[in-house]
Structures are given as C-alpha cells and as structure tokens.
C-alpha cells in the first residue's frame, strides 16, 4: 500500500524478497489510485514462492497483466489497472 510515497521502500523490501523468493503473480489492486509519476499502481498483490521449491529456475512470464480468467478488479466502478514491465 502506499507505493506513491514509498517506492524505494517497496523495491529494497522486493529485492530482500527475491533472494528467497520467486514472484509468481502479481495484480494491480484497482481499489488504491494509480501513480501515473511511476506508471504503477499504488497497491499491489504479489504472490511469492519460495525458490527452493522450484526444481529449475522458473521461466519469465511473457503474460499481460490483468490475466483475463484469472485476475478480477477489486472495485467495479473502475477498469482494473494494466501492468507494464
């Protein structure tokens, strides 16, 4: 939450994560606003995996997010908020 004032925080914590952890999925949570400085939205849902889990390293998703089927916006009176990479 709160990522317009704390980005540095969110990505140092995020690279913390990822020396365990893999990012497996991630959405845009709708009902926060959306930071049009960093073209991200402010809240976030991540789900992680632990890496030891994984016999190889896992393949970069070459997915669009929201994925249709799979994410639903959790306000909707607005769209759901793409992601870009």
Same mark, same amino acid.
């Given at each position: 939450? %709160?990522? *317009? +004032?704390?980005?540095? $925080?969110? +990505?140092?914590?995020? *690279? ?5 952890? *893999?990012? @497996?999925?991630?959405?845009?949570? +709708? ?6 400085? %960093?073209?991200?939205? $402010? $809240? @976030? *849902?991540? !789900?992680? @995996?632990?890496?030891? =889990?994984?016999?190889?390293?896992? @393949?970069?998703?070459?997915? !669009?997010?929201?994925?249709?089927? =799979? %994410?639903?916006? +959790?306000?909707?009176?607005? %769209?759901?908020?793409? =992601?870009?990479?």
């Amino acid at each position: 939450h %709160d990522l *317009e +004032n704390g980005s540095e $925080v969110f +990505n140092r914590g995020i *690279e913390q994560l990822l020396q365990a952890f *893999e990012i @497996v999925h991630i959405h845009g949570n +709708n009902y926060g606003s959306y930071s049009a400085a %960093d073209d991200f939205p $402010v $809240v @976030v *849902e991540i !789900t992680f @995996v632990n890496k030891a =889990l994984f016999a190889e390293a896992p @393949v970069p998703s070459q997915h !669009t997010y929201p994925r249709a089927g =799979l %994410d639903i916006a +959790n306000s909707f009176s607005i %769209d759901d908020y793409p =992601l870009r990479f």
